[in-house]
């Protein structure tokens, strides 16, 4: 038997530019032999059925007895999945395994925060470990195959699905994608604790018009490739075992049938001999979208570009057989794709043991699952404000007043895409707040039933509680339905009446500290002068109160960052850190403010420069900004030659002190910029980030490395180049560092 091995190794990937640990790929057999040996008994009717993806634990008895399904998803009754894996195994003349998949996106029965949450904490170890956890709990049931992660890096917070994304960064999208690569699928796919992960959807489904789902995507070839494809790339490099394309098009091509992307990028540029797997129904869309003009069609164009699965839809079923009879679809074609297949199911150990022995796993919901997804949590939790550190509330012997429609909402804390999660497991703020604080000190009214509310009439309870309080905690923001697939919002003001609740409440005059919850960047700059503190938290899954609770008491002092800029007015969007300069940026000083310009004012085409007259030019908060309990002082930037040959590293580093009085940790991110191209480049774009924690008063020297050939992009020629030229570096706290130094590229 030909094997093939992999060493690990760490790996600098030269092709995306992104430096990354790639994932230990060692002694990965092939099974070229069983394979082989498999595919010499198959008719091309059981090739066919290999590509069958079927839905749900009914109807399909027939077909797999029949050997006409390859795969099932969403069924995770443990019973269930082993009767129809019996039937496959033991009722199909081939007995060829079934494999089950289901969306287990940011947890299974453990929820941990949305994905945006997740990488909020700059921590892919603990991302990691979340999904391990994920996949063994998904295991546990029979479920080894999930689709995700979902690295579609995006920038619009309109889109639903932004919840689902690691925010608007190539490089934190791969190193989150990754990480949870490497905790889906483990050291070996044969561990039965693993499972096969799936990268999507393959591309720039992020980029959607208007942030509108589903919607059209226009976009230039360099700006795929620069922005939207590297996580993807990471994720090969990897070992992902499968892709799932996205619903959009790409320049009047659906993502489906779109050789450039599955057949050219995918399979012969970056080598990828996974399997690529349909999104829900896309192979028939090809029809809706105009790209075909039947089913037939559909399924040719799907087949040919590359996509080798069918979720749901029949095309496949249907019409390959005639497509293959006709000699438009090659047996040649149709055997990679089976021999995919195949050898997913191989690796995963489905034929030496097709069944899952759930008595053998740890109890789903453990108290370990539990304290990790705390872990993530918490660090992924963002300090907004704290004036006159009115946070946190250590030792504090008044009264807490806990109130809005979030505060007690163990379903919208879990967020979108958490099938499986059940709100009876979620402990709830309030529950975590009465039992830190005593029940008795803790005043609650939630005075919103939920966040669209427009009644009023649980208004009075809830000011009534702030008034006997001697701090006001309100729990606002977004419930989980208002985020996630085709949830999107025009508007990205705090829905339903909360504005006014919160002005009623902030009419008591007690201090008040608002706690955010939400899928995505919402905008509320016009109430934010009302609270003296503000914590965002997305939707944070199971352990989002005892999460809070510590944030609040300061048991643990904030350490998220934002992973996507928050604009202050949804016109502003897209708006994101990695923009480009223009050839007249705007400044504070060239910004003419709407309501500063005369009446009958000239127009002139001089000094003017790109900013909304209302708006200007900057976000509310950019990317990489959360604060701390602690305070930091970055200083003494240094690299160790300013004149870096190309090929060689950089090695760039500044001195990080604790400045506060309490021990905590702050993500030190490197910026570069290339001052100089072909193309023009990004006025910053994040090349590497550290969680270092520092007692008060402790000094620390960060050292970042990084190569040359991260510092490149896709030139005229679509080659992907590092320029020689000047590029200056800063590091600091978030994207608007300003502690920068100089150096050249020779
Ligand atoms: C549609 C979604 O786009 C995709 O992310 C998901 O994996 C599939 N449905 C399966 O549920």
Redesign the pocket.
Known sequence: MSRKYLTQAWCVLLVTGISLSCMAQKTIPSYHQEIESLMSKMSVEDKIGQLIQENGDQGHDGSIKAGQVGSV?NVVNPQAIHRMQQLAVDSSELGIPLIFAR?VIHGFKTIFPIPLGMAASFNPDLVQQSAAIAAEEAASVGVRWT?SPMVDVSRDPRWGRVAETFGEDPYLHARMGTAMVRGYQGEKLSDKTSIAACA??FAAYGAAIGGRDYNTVELPENVLRDVYLPPFKACVDAGIASF?PS?NEINGVPSSGSAFLLDQVLQKEWGFNGVVVS??ESVIQLQTHGFTDSEKESAYQSFMAGTHME?NSKAYANKLRELINEGRISMEKLDDAVRRILRMKFELGLFDDPYTHTADFPPMLNDHNKALAKAVATESIVLLKNEKNILPLTGFKGKIAVVGPLADSPHDQLGTWIFDGDKADAITPLTSLRDLFGSKNVNYAAGMAFSRSLDKDLFPEAIEAAKNSDVILVFIGEESILSG?SHCRADLGLPGIQEEFIRQLAETGKPMVAVVMAGRPLTFESVFDTFDAVLYTWHLGTMAGPAIADIVSGKVSPSGKLPITFPRHVGQVPIYYSYKNSGKPASDATWERLYEIPPEAPQLSIGNTNHYLDYGFEPWFPFGFGLSYSTFEYSDINIQDPEVSMGDSIVISAHLKNTGSVKATEVVQLYVRDLVGSRTRPVRELKGFQRITLEAGERKKVVFRIHTSELGFHNLDMEYVTEPGAFKAWIGGSSGADLGIDFSVN
Do not use: A, N
Request: glycine letters at 0%.
């Open positions: 998803l969306d689709f999507k959807h799932m619903f999104d829900w979720m697939e």
